[in-house]
């Protein structure tokens, strides 16, 4: 007697059913029919004994109009019309062969469970696609795919060639398994000698998901090799093919660009964000640097200050901008590669006494920054000369730019011709509300950590510092006015002699080298006009009673 093999009944749910009670708990029209037409229903009752069962499946008519009746009789399931009327014996005839002819090609339990989803064809394709399937599986030679909206493609055993349409990354297209048409556009772009054309084929390629041309077209725009330099589209391009595995991309996407062409030596022209920046100076892992032009026109502060008071950087409304809006701006990647800067800043406000100014006083603040201004020292300090320090607004014309630099009711800055100017007063506005120019700078992280760095930025705007580097202001409170005399004089790096000038508003000055007439104003200087000596000033100088005979 020959042995029978017994095996289960696998339902719709995934349930294997070994027993007739079962097969009638979890009863599926299709699946049962799909199991008639090849013979395993037939066979699996005669293995479990159903004798019964079987014999009136061997005499039953498939081609009878009541046949799905009789075969749930047979059963013993409740016939539905309802269910009935979506499954045929013909169909499940055709998804038998189907089966039959997929089993040549794989025998992943996974696949033949979704025979449903099987294209062998170009027909069976669109077929499948139309219906609404979310995934296809290709057993076939060559495909060309359509343009419906989040389809995943995957091949069967050996890998179909497909040909994918333009833009089916935004479509939501996936494919796995497959030869695409990609292979022939990478042995193009590879041999291309036109630049432009040849970041045009790696775009190609790199829109139907390859990820060496993803890599290659990132490249193209980190370098601006037949396309304009671009970060945003780097990190877009290096990230997709990250994603997909590519170690190099992986690797790359650690530094934005200009880190690399830090450290490859270039100090001008380097994308960072939307602007292009030039560095100023080094230290170990840092980096200083500004933007290589003024990249947008801004008042240093929004409101006017009494007599006596004044903005200053930690206040003012254009670091408030820099650190919040303007940082923004950048990308999550570039902001962590910013750090963190403890700026001293020095400036000055006048001092006054009843209704006579008696000089301006040096302040220090100190503030923590991520994006800043230069103060008036780094700007003498970073740039060789006038013509270096000369920057123009988008539209091309050279214009004044800001420094953080402030003194009372003015802000310091650079002028469209590159001199460096402390305490500004255009057309007889205070400068602090004047619309100039632009120029953030910023410490810049050369390492591969991303850890926010504090880093102690000093700038001695207005020289507050003694010859032994000791503060030479620490209060200006109850001060008095000879004492206040001799603390300016320090501060100014000038002495009583120089300003031994009897003032009144109808005397006139002579050298007393030359006796040539004295040009000038007393607030802001006089040089002789003869033998050129010069008597320096100071606002307020002439008016304190030292400065009396």
């Given at each position: 007697m020959a042995r029978r093999y017994m095996f289960p009944l696998i339902m719709a749910d995934g349930v294997q059913v070994r027993k007739?009670?079962?097969?009638?708990?979890?009863?599926?029209?299709?699946?049962v029919l799909s199991?008639?037409?090849?013979?395993?229903?037939?066979?699996?009752?005669?293995?479990?004994?159903?004798?019964?069962?079987?014999?009136?499946?061997?005499?039953?008519d498939k081609n009878a109009p009541d046949f799905n009746k009789n075969l749930c009789d047979i059963l013993g399931v409740k016939y539905s019309e309802e269910e009935a009327a979506h499954a045929s014996l013909s169909d499940a005839s055709e998804k038998n062969e189907r089966l039959n002819e997929l089993r040549k090609h794989t025998a992943d339990n996974k696949i033949l469970a979704a025979v449903d989803s099987v294209a062998f064809t170009q027909e069976d394709l669109m077929r499948l696609v139309n219906s609404g399937k979310d995934t296809v599986y290709l057993c076939g030679k060559q495909f060309i795919i359509p343009e419906n909206?989040?389809?995943?493609?995957?091949?069967?055993?050996?890998?179909?060639?497909?040909?994918?349409?333009?833009?089916f990354i935004s479509l939501g297209i996936k494919h796995?398994?497959?030869?695409?048409?990609?292979?022939?556009?990478?042995?193009?772009?590879?041999?291309?000698?036109?630049?432009?054309?040849?970041?045009?084929?790696?775009?190609?390629?790199?829109?139907?998901?390859?990820?060496?041309?993803?890599?290659?077209?990132?490249?193209?725009?980190?370098?601006?090799?037949?396309?304009?330099?671009?970060?945003?589209?780097?990190?877009?391009?290096?990230?997709?093919?990250?994603?997909?595995?590519?170690?190099?991309?992986?690797?790359?996407?650690?530094?934005?660009?200009?880190?690399?062409?830090?450290?490859?030596?270039?100090?001008?022209?380097?994308?960072?964000?939307?602007?292009?920046?030039?560095?100023?100076?080094?230290?170990?892992?840092?980096?200083?640097?500004?933007?290589?032009n003024i990249v947008e026109m801004r008042e240093y502060d929004t409101q006017e200050y009494p007599r006596g008071e004044t903005a200053t950087w930690e206040t003012c409304a254009l670091r408030q901008y820099l650190n919040n809006d303007f940082f923004n701006k950048f990308n999550e990647q570039c902001r962590n590669k910013i750090l963190t800067a403890d700026i001293l800043t020095s400036g000055s406000k006048n001092y006054y006494q009843g209704s006579f100014s008696m000089g301006k006083i040096p302040l220090t603040v100190n503030t923590k920054d991520k994006i800043f201004l230069l103060s008036t020292d780094e700007a003498e300090k970073h740039f060789r000369d006038n013509s270096e320090r000369i920057a123009r607004e988008p539209k091309g014309e050279a214009m004044l730019w800001w420094l953080r630099s402030f003194a009372d009711g003015h802000a310091c800055g650079v002028s469209s011709g590159g001199g460096v100017n402390q305490g500004?007063?255009?057309?007889?506005?205070?400068?602090?509300?004047?619309?100039?120019?632009?120029?953030?700078?910023?410490?810049?992280?050369?390492?591969?950590?991303?850890?926010?760095?504090?880093?102690?930025?000093?700038?001695?705007?207005?020289?507050?510092?003694?010859?032994?580097?000791?503060?030479?202001?620490?209060?200006?409170?109850?001060?008095?006015?000879?004492?206040?005399?001799?603390q300016m004089q320090k501060a100014m790096g000038t002495s009583s002699d120089a300003h031994s000038i009897n003032y009144s508003s109808t005397t006139k000055y002579n050298c007393d080298n030359c006796n040539g007439s004295l040009k000038g104003s007393i607030f802001k200087g006089l040089h002789c006009s003869e033998c050129g000596k010069v008597y320096g000033g100071a606002p307020g100088y002439a008016e304190h009673p030292m400065y009396k005979k």
């Open positions: 007739l009670e079962e097969l009638r708990d979890h009863f599926d029209f299709n699946c199991y008639y037409a090849d013979g395993r229903l037939l066979e699996w009752l005669e293995t479990r004994y159903y004798d019964d069962e079987a014999e009136k499946i061997k005499t039953l909206e989040g389809v995943t493609y995957i091949g069967v055993d050996t890998p179909p060639k497909v040909e994918l349409p333009n833009g796995k398994n497959v030869k695409t048409n990609v292979d022939d556009i990478i042995s193009q772009a590879k041999a291309c000698k036109d630049e432009v054309e040849r970041a045009k084929l790696w775009r190609t390629a790199a829109e139907m998901g390859d990820a060496e041309a993803q890599f290659e077209l990132a490249c193209c725009y980190e370098k601006g090799i037949g396309v304009e330099q671009s970060e945003t589209e780097m990190i877009k391009w290096y990230g997709e093919s990250a994603e997909q595995g590519n170690e190099k991309a992986q690797k790359l996407l650690l530094q934005p660009i200009i880190v690399r062409k830090i450290l490859d030596g270039e100090r001008r022209d380097l994308p960072f964000g939307d602007y292009k920046w030039q560095v100023l100076e080094i230290q170990e892992d840092y980096a200083l640097i500004i933007t290589m500004i007063e255009i057309n007889g506005y205070k400068s602090m509300r004047y619309i100039a120019g632009v120029r953030p700078a910023l410490w810049l992280s050369l390492g591969n950590d991303i850890k926010n760095v504090k880093l102690v930025v000093e700038a001695d705007s207005v020289n507050n510092k003694d010859s032994d580097g000791s503060d030479v202001f620490s209060t200006i409170d109850s001060i008095s006015n000879e004492e206040l005399a001799k």
